[in-house]
C-alpha cells in the first residue's frame, strides 16, 4: 500500500509532510518523495530510493521548504522501485504533481493516446500518466479543479490522488476511487492522507472522502464535489483516539505495545453495552429494528484477513447463542459466487479500517439484492459504517502493526455481544444464561 501526506496551511510544510509520511511506514513501501511550493511560487521535489531516512538525508544536502505540498511512500506496482520512479511525479511542464495510491488499469492506452500530443514520459509508472492527462486538459480548461474532474473520468482502476500545481497556490486536490482519502480539519490549514495517524496530533476533526469524490483544499476551507462537480456533504466526525494512541510509548515496536493494549481494547468496547445483572446487551441505535432481526432466517458474514477468521469464530457463536445458520465467505470471493440472499438475510460484514475494497463491494451487492447489512468497524465514518444499516463499533484504536491483536479481539468480542443481543431476541438464549455468559 502506498502512503500519501499533503498539507496546506501557516506551518512549515517539510516537517509536517516527512513526520506523516513516517506515520504511514506501517503500510510498507520501497521509496519515498515530497514535493512543495515556495512563497516564489518555485516547485521542489525530492524523492529517495529504499528508507524514509534517504529522503531526509536528501532534504539535509538539498533543503527546500514552502507553504504547501505533498509526500508519499511507494510500494511498487508499475516500475522498478527507483528514484526515478519513486512520487511525486510531473507532467511535461513541470508545473503539475501528482502522487497516487492504487492501479491504473489503462495506463497503457492512455500513454498511447497522450504520445499522439507530443507527450514525454520519463518513468515506468502508471501515475506519471495522470500528470499528463491533467496537463492535457489544462489546455483547455483555467482551473486545475476542472482539468481533474475530466481527467479521472478518463480512469480505470481504483486510486487515491493528491495533485498540486504550481500556477493555483496554496490548494491541493484529493481524489477517491477505491482507496481511502481521509481530509483534516483545521484552523487555518488542511490535510490530506492515506490514514489518520498522520493527522492525528494536528487535528482530531476529519472526514473521509467518500468513493468517486474530489476535495479541494486551501487555507481558508474545504470543498467536496463528485467526479461532475456537484457539490457533496462530507460527513465531519471527531477522532476519540488520543494522538499518543498512534505512538509506540516505550514499546520497542507497535505489535508489543497492542498487544499489551487488548484486555483496554476489550473493555472499551464492552463497557456499556451489556448489564452484568441481568445479562442483556444494548447495541448502539441502527436502522434496523429488533422486530426485523427476529425476521432474519440465516446470517452471512463476509470479511477478509484477520476480519475473515474473527467471522470464522463468529458463526460458532452466532449458531449456538441465537441458533441461527451462518455461512463465512471471503469477501472477495462472495459477489462472484452469486450467493442466494433475500430479505430475510442479514449480511454481517467485518473491517478494521472500513476502507476494505472487496468487503465495500460485497455490502454493496448484498444490498442490492434486498439484505440488510450490519457492520462490525474500528472506525466511525468510514465507507462500511456509513453504507451499512447498522454497525457496532469496537473500539480498539489505532493498530499500526501488521499482524492484527487488539483489533482482532476487539472484533470477536463485538461479534459476541452481537450473538447474545441475536439470541435474546430470537427467544434462543434465556435470561439465566445470558446472565452467565455476561458475568464469565
Not at 491533467?134 to 478518463?154: H, M
Not at 491483536?405 to 430470537?426: D, E, H, P, V
Request: glycine share 8%; with cysteine; proline share 4%.
Amino acid at each position: 500500500m502506498c502512503g500519501i501526506v499533503g498539507y496546506v496551511g501557516n506551518k512549515q510544510v517539510v516537517p509536517v509532510i516527512i513526520d506523516g509520511l513516517r506515520k504511514l511506514e506501517y503500510r510498507g513501501y520501497d521509496s519515498a518523495g515530497i514535493a512543495v511550493v515556495d512563497e516564489n511560487h518555485d516547485l521542489e521535489i525530492r524523492r529517495a530510493e529504499g528508507k524514509l531516512r534517504n529522503l531526509e538525508e536528501a532534504i539535509r544536502l538539498h533543503p527546500l521548504d514552502g507553504t504547501y505540498g505533498i509526500g508519499h511512500t511507494r510500494w511498487a506496482t508499475h516500475g522498478r522501485p527507483t528514484e526515478e520512479n519513486a512520487h511525486p511525479h510531473r507532467d511535461c511542464t513541470g508545473r503539475v504533481v501528482v502522487v497516487h495510491n492504487g492501479i491504473i488499469e489503462n495506463y497503457l492506452q492512455l500513454k498511447e493516446r497522450l504520445r499522439k500530443t507530443d507527450h514525454n514520459f520519463v518513468t515506468e509508472t502508471d501515475t506519471e500518466v495522470i500528470a499528463h492527462l491533467i496537463e492535457e486538459y489544462l489546455r483547455e480548461e483555467e482551473k486545475l479543479e476542472v482539468a481533474v474532474q475530466r481527467a479521472v473520468r478518463d480512469l480505470r482502476g481504483i486510486f487515491a490522488l493528491a495533485i498540486i500545481s504550481v500556477d493555483e497556490p496554496d490548494l491541493i486536490i484529493a481524489v477517491r476511487q477505491g482507496p481511502p482519502v481521509v481530509i483534516g480539519l483545521g484552523d487555518g490549514e488542511y490535510f490530506v492522507a492515506s490514514d489518520i495517524p498522520p493527522i492525528l496530533q494536528h487535528t482530531r476533526d476529519v472526514f473521509y472522502l467518500g468513493e468517486r469524490e474530489i476535495a479541494v483544499l486551501t487555507r481558508d476551507s474545504v470543498r467536496v464535489t463528485d467526479f461532475e462537480g456537484d457539490l457533496r456533504e462530507p460527513q465531519q466526525q471527531r477522532i476519540t483516539w488520543d494522538p499518543i494512541m498512534a505512538e509506540k510509548g516505550g514499546f520497542k515496536h507497535f505489535m508489543l505495545k497492542e498487544i499489551y493494549e487488548q484486555p483496554r481494547a476489550v473493555r472499551d468496547t464492552v463497557q456499556g453495552r451489556i448489564s452484568l445483572d441481568t445479562g442483556r446487551v444494548y447495541l448502539d441505535e441502527m436502522d434496523i429494528t429488533p422486530a426485523e432481526f427476529k425476521k432474519f432466517d440465516r446470517v452471512m458474514i463476509a470479511a477478509c484477513g484477520t476480519s475473515w477468521h474473527a467471522g470464522l469464530a463468529g458463526k460458532y457463536m452466532l449458531e449456538q447463542l441465537a441458533r441461527v445458520p451462518v455461512e463465512v465467505d471471503y469477501a472477495s470471493e462472495f459477489r462472484y459466487r452469486d450467493p442466494v440472499i433475500d430479505e430475510k438475510t442479514l449480511l454481517l460484514v467485518i473491517s478494521q479500517s472500513g476502507e476494505t475494497a472487496d468487503t465495500i463491494a460485497a455490502l454493496r451487492g448484498a444490498k442490492e439484492r434486498g439484505a440488510r447489512v450490519l457492520s462490525v468497524c474500528n472506525v466511525q465514518g468510514s465507507m462500511i459504517t456509513r453504507e451499512s444499516d447498522g454497525t457496532i463499533l469496537t473500539h480498539a484504536g489505532p493498530e499500526i502493526g501488521v499482524a492484527s491483536t487488539k483489533a482482532f479481539t476487539s472484533q470477536m468480542i463485538a461479534l459476541y455481544l452481537f450473538a447474545m443481543y441475536f439470541g435474546q431476541l430470537r427467544g434462543a438464549l434465556s435470561q439465566d444464561d445470558a446472565r452467565r455468559h455476561a458475568q464469565e
